[in-house]
């Protein structure tokens, strides 16, 4: 049986959650599907950038999540060899939410995210619904997509508009015939979190020999570790991951003692590979948001971030289109140049800082510098924050700002 909504949005993570909020409240019909069963764990290091703050609380989860305990993040820690460099979160007064990110549980936020979605009468929400492969008419265009339901049956859905929001292994991408895998950037992440480490203000980076440690303690006090490793590193592990991780964490001595005592809740998670690219994201009736677009690797913590705003944009595409059906095209194309504009300038200094972390002696020298100029520290950790857009650094405003702020700090 077939049924037409406005919008099919295939993934429930921050993006498709919250692209189906926002299509909802503009009074558009929506399904929102996603493979997995709700609360789902999802790796990730669990750190909000301060620029989420807005958007959180513009959809209206903000506060619930204070009440939850989210934990506030004052800056990022970043270890290599003897040397710590110290950057804080500052308040702009471009972006006066800026002095803190935001750290918690994947499975609270999403969840939030997805009820202030499904509690929308616009929505309809389909738990345990694996997408399958588009549905085209007969020019080819996208007109709806085919589910798998959790009793296996095969659902065909018909929608106005079809969004890909299935993450970085987005099969939507793959149906489009646009993903790219990273030629240069072949990552994996093993996750777990642990019980009984002395919380920190900040998030941390540890960085050792061809990989590095994200770190942060969440909501619930749990320390949340994350270790990202080139693919051949991890063809070596023989199966124990505990022995792996080990072997990495006696180049982070500071990690090492931290962990002395700590127990791990739960088994190690892995996912990869984490690089890849979109050619495309945007068409008529089809389109991408999230990391289904594309992503590098959470070193800048920023995909949450992107994924709130590519849904925002996206969001503003759709309604232009559905409400003007003659400009859709249009509408859809200048919602991939605004997330040009705003991750690719992100993207590209990512993808920088990845080349530079694969020679140890690079990394080294870069934290002893940032450690020996807290002020270029704060800077690298308020654009990785997202409250400053790399072009910012042009204007004579911002640096006014950026001093005033540091001033005060
Ligand atoms: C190890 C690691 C650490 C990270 N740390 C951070 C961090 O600290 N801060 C940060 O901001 N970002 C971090 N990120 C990135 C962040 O997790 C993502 O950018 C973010 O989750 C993207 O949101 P999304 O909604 O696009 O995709 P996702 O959150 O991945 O959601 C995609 C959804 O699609 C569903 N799905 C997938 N395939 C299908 C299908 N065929 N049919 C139906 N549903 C499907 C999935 O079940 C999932 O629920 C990290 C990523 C990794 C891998």
């Known amino acids: 049986m077939t049924k037409q909504v406005d919008a099919l949005i295939l993934g429930a993570g921050p993006a498709g959650s919250a692209l189906a909020q926002t299509l909802a409240r503009a009074g558009h019909s929506v399904m929102l599907a996603d493979k997995k069963h709700f609360p789902r764990q999802k790796p990730c290091g669990?750190?909000?950038?301060?620029?989420?703050?807005?958007?959180?609380?513009?959809l209206g989860v903000g506060m619930a999540l204070g009440k939850m305990g989210v934990r506030q993040i004052s800056g990022m820690n970043l270890f290599a060899g003897a040397s710590v460099a110290s950057g804080r979160f500052l308040r702009l007064d471009s972006a006066p939410h800026n002095d803190a990110g935001y750290a918690i549980r994947r499975e609270i936020l999403d969840m939030a995210l997805l009820e202030a979605a499904a509690d929308r009468p616009e929505v309809t929400w389909l738990e345990r619904h694996e997408f399958q492969r588009l549905v085209r008419n007969s020019s080819g265009e996208v007109v709806g997509a085919v589910l798998r339901d959790p009793d296996s049956r095969l659902r065909e859905i018909r929608a106005r508009i079809?969004?890909?929001?299935?993450?970085?292994?987005?099969?939507?991408?793959?149906?489009?015939?646009?993903?790219?895998?990273?030629?240069?950037?072949?990552?994996?992440?093993?996750?777990?979190?642990?019980?009984?480490?002395?919380p920190r203000a900040a998030a941390e980076v540890h960085f050792v020999p061809r990989a590095y440690f994200a770190a942060t303690t969440v909501d619930?006090?749990?320390?949340?570790?994350?270790?990202?490793?080139?693919?051949?590193?991890?063809?070596?592990?023989?199966?124990?991951?505990d022995a792996f991780v080990r072997e990495h964490l006696q180049s982070a001595p500071e990690l090492e003692r931290r962990l002395q005592g700590a127990e791990r809740i739960g088994t190690?998670?892995?996912?990869?590979?984490?690089?890849?690219?979109?050619?495309?994201?945007?068409?008529?009736?089809?389109?991408?948001?999230?990391?289904?677009?594309?992503?590098?690797?959470?070193?800048?913590?920023e995909g949450i971030y992107f994924a709130l705003h590519g849904a925002r944009s996206l969001a503003q595409a759709i309604v232009e289109s559905l409400e003007r059906p003659a400009d859709a095209a249009a509408a859809m194309r200048r919602y991939a140049i605004r997330r040009r504009r705003e991750v690719g300038?992100?993207?590209?200094?990512?993808?920088a800082i990845q080349r530079g972390l694969r020679h140890e002696a690079i990394v080294r020298l870069a934290v002893r510098c940032l450690a020996s100029w807290p002020r270029l520290c704060d800077l690298l950790v308020n654009v990785t924050g997202d409250a400053v857009h790399p072009k910012d650094l042009l204007l004579p405003s911002f640096w006014r700002d950026f001093r005033r702020a540091q001033r005060l700090a």
């Open 345 to 351: 300038p992100r993207m590209i200094l990512a993808a």
């Open 268 to 301: 190690w998670r892995g996912i990869g590979p984490l690089a890849f690219s979109t050619s495309q994201q945007a068409w008529k009736t089809v389109a991408l948001v999230g990391d289904a677009c594309g992503y590098v690797d959470p070193l800048t913590g």
């Open 162 to 198: 079809t969004i890909g929001a299935d993450g970085v292994h987005s099969r939507v991408a793959r149906d489009l015939g646009v993903q790219r895998p990273s030629r240069w950037l072949d990552r994996f992440a093993l996750v777990a979190r642990f019980h009984g480490v002395a």
């Open 46 to 58: 669990e750190f909000l950038s301060p620029e989420c703050r807005p958007y959180l609380d513009e």
């Open 220 to 241: 619930d006090g749990s320390f949340h570790l994350n270790l990202l490793v080139d693919r051949p590193a991890l063809r070596h592990k023989h199966g124990d991951v």
